[in-house]
């Protein structure tokens, strides 16, 4: 539901109704001995294509929004199925291939539900937690969702150069 939300968005403010999102995959492989206790990023990503349709302004586009969100659903698990051939190798093919520029995933969507950023320990350790930011070369715009207590957390990391005055800001409203 949150990824389709966030589709809509992007598709309503840059006009593309056709797009990739770049979806990060923690994927840490416990069967190595020792690995619970290496401190790293074991991430994958996985390429996800959206295609957007209408805003849901009446009930027929609410219900074409549900099937939307079901669509891209199984979009999401059918490319599971080939998540290990990397998104980052899927881009260097198409550079060989197509040059350079031909294929470009500036846009992340993280979900982290399920998994506190800050739990209860480390709270009572650091603090609570006062800024966060992410930086990942290529990534114009990332965006990380959270659960904190009892609430569900939005963080936008983003380039604010590449975007026009006022547009990052009216996206997250």
């Known amino acids: 539901v ?3 939300a966030f589709s809509l968005i992007l598709a309503r403010w840059s006009g593309q109704k056709d797009f990739v999102l770049n979806l ?20 994958d990503l996985l390429l996800l294509r959206t295609e957007v349709g209408g805003e849901a302004n009446s009930i027929e586009e ?3 929004f ?9 979009r999401f698990h059918q490319d599971m199925q080939h998540s290990a051939y990397s998104a980052v190798q899927i881009q260097r093919d198409l550079a060989t291939k197509h040059g350079l520029g031909s294929m470009r995933a500036p846009v992340v969507f993280a979900s982290n539900l399920g998994t506190p950023l800050v ?8 603090g609570a937690l006062g800024h966060m930011i992410s930086q990942t070369p290529g990534v114009w715009l ?17 380039v604010d150069a590449l975007f026009p005055s006022g547009v990052i800001d009216g996206m997250f409203a």
């Open 2 to 4: 949150l990824a389709k």
């Open 24 to 43: 990060p995959l923690f994927s840490r492989d416990t069967t190595e001995p020792g690995v619970q206790h290496v401190v790293g990023d074991f991430t």
């Open 62 to 64: 609410k219900i074409s």
């Open 66 to 74: 549900a099937q939307g969100v079901r669509d891209l659903q199984a």
């Open 119 to 126: 739990d209860d320990h480390c709270s009572a350790t650091l």
């Open 142 to 158: 990332d965006h990380q969702i959270y659960e904190e207590q009892d609430r569900l957390s939005l963080c936008w990391d983003v």
